[in-house]
Structure formats: structure tokens, C-alpha cells
């Protein structure tokens, strides 16, 4: 009687340093798991240079494709996340990189001929070719529309909205009233495009539409005088296809 008593006193013992003892597989699932999120994998140089790849192709300008993410590629990347709504990082995630690769180059709110469009509300400027093809996406920032009061100067940092053109431009740098612009189209009551070191993320200018200066002095270039701009948000668009279609006229009369 003693002795079944003790075997079951040894069973019992046993039986309960089973349940407390975690078991292998447990042990070696959750780490395994855990290591396999692909969220937390980081890009190999080869997917960084098949993103910059595709984001040229789209007209997000990156200049080298070499799988180097540079001041360059990071603004592409920035110009690509203001214009799909995604969060602006210039970070390029895994989460970023299939979003280009699976992305769809921008479309222009106008067709079918050369102009510029800036997109107020995401903060980009598009660059069309005569068939209204996009050949370049530039991040922008924009009139703060918020008022200022700097260097005897005050007023209401606000871009126009409408259509407009290029009426006179310079190379290089420009000394302003508030500041110096470099490469500056000037396009309306002396507000310009032009290159800034420094380009928010938000609109934060007192007016004038700043690009990134890697950009400016190519922008500058393909900004003839009397290119058209259309400025516009969600509430305001104008076309500019009858201006489009009367410079054509007019370039037709004149070769006759």
C-alpha cells in the first residue's frame, strides 16, 4: 500500500514538470515567425535600382539609374509619394517599392499639349510634352496661405489659382525682396517657379512655387516664354486648350 502510494506521488510529480516545461516548438515558432515579416526585410541595391528604373520611366526624374539612393532619387521618391496620397517619408520602404512597381505613370488634367500643371493640394508639378504626355514630376511647395510680415514686407503667402504663362525668366540666381531665387519663370505679379534649397513638404512659400534645385536649371530650359501654366486645386480648374489651339492657329499663319 506504501509503495503504490509513492508511485503515484512520482507519477504526479511528472506529470506536472510536463506542463510547465515549455515545449520546442513553441520555443522556436514565435522567433521564426516573428523574423519573417517582409515589412522589416531592407531593400538590396539591385530593387533600389529597379525602383529608380521605374520611377524614371513614370517622369519622376532620379538622374542616375545605379541603385545609389541619393538627394536626387530621395526627390523622386517624394514627388511619387505626394502623388499617390501616400505618407511622405523619403524613406524607401518594401511597402514603397511594390507601390512603384505596380504603380501608373501621373496623368495631366489636360491633354494634347505642351503646358505645366501644379496640383495644389498634392503638391507637385507636372511637365507635359506636346501630346500631353507627363515627362516630369518635381515635388513643389507652395503659398502657405498664411500671413507674413518679413523684412518691411506683409501680405498673404498665396498661389494663384488659373491659367497663365511664362513672361520673362532669368538664369542663375535672383535677388527678391524676400529672398533669392535661382533659375526663376516668372509667371504672374512676379511670383516664379524656381529652384530652393529648400522644399517642404507642405506648403510653406510666400507664394512662389518652389523645385527642388537639382531640377531648376533643366526645368528652366524646358520653360520656353509663353509656356502655359495651369495652377489649380479641388475646387478650381481652368482648361487652356483654347489658348493652346489659338498659338497653333497663330503658328500656322505665320509659316503660310
Given amino acids: 500500500m506504501c509503495t503504490l502510494k509513492k508511485l503515484a506521488s512520482v507519477i504526479l510529480l511528472m506529470l506536472s514538470l510536463l506542463l510547465l516545461t515549455p515545449t520546442q516548438t513553441t520555443a522556436i515558432t514565435k522567433p521564426d515567425k516573428h523574423r519573417g515579416r517582409a515589412p522589416n526585410r531592407s531593400l538590396k541595391q ?8 521605374r520611377l524614371a520611366e513614370m517622369g519622376y526624374g532620379t538622374g542616375r539609374v545605379d541603385g545609389v539612393f541619393d538627394a536626387v532619387t530621395r526627390n523622386a521618391l517624394i514627388a511619387f509619394q505626394k502623388y499617390e496620397g501616400r505618407d511622405v517619408t523619403g524613406r524607401l520602404s518594401r511597402e514603397d517599392f511594390d507601390a512603384i512597381m505596380s504603380a501608373n505613370a501621373p496623368q495631366p488634367r489636360d491633354l ?17 510634352d506636346g501630346s500631353g504626355v507627363v515627362q516630369r514630376v518635381l515635388p513643389v511647395s507652395t503659398g502657405s496661405e498664411k500671413h507674413y510680415h518679413e523684412k518691411g514686407m506683409s501680405g498673404l503667402a498665396y498661389t494663384p489659382r488659373g491659367r497663365f504663362r511664362i513672361y520673362t525668366k532669368l538664369k542663375g540666381w535672383k ?7 535661382y533659375y526663376p ?26 523645385i527642388p534645385m537639382s531640377a531648376a536649371a533643366e526645368i528652366s530650359r524646358l520653360l520656353p516664354l509663353e509656356t502655359i501654366v495651369l495652377i489649380y486645386d479641388k475646387q478650381s480648374f481652368v482648361s487652356a486648350k483654347d489658348w493652346a489651339e489659338a498659338d497653333k492657329q497663330k503658328q500656322e499663319a505665320n509659316i503660310r
Fill in 46 to 53: 539591385a530593387e533600389v535600382k529597379e525602383a529608380e528604373a
Fill in 112 to 128: 494634347g499639349y505642351r503646358h505645366v500643371e501644379v496640383d495644389l493640394d498634392r503638391q507637385v508639378l507636372l511637365l507635359t
Fill in 175 to 181: 535677388k527678391s525682396p524676400l529672398g533669392l531665387l
Fill in 185 to 210: 519663370n516668372y509667371f504672374s505679379d512676379g511670383l516664379a517657379i524656381h529652384g530652393n534649397p529648400s522644399v517642404p513638404q507642405s506648403p510653406q512659400s510666400h507664394g512662389c512655387i518652389r
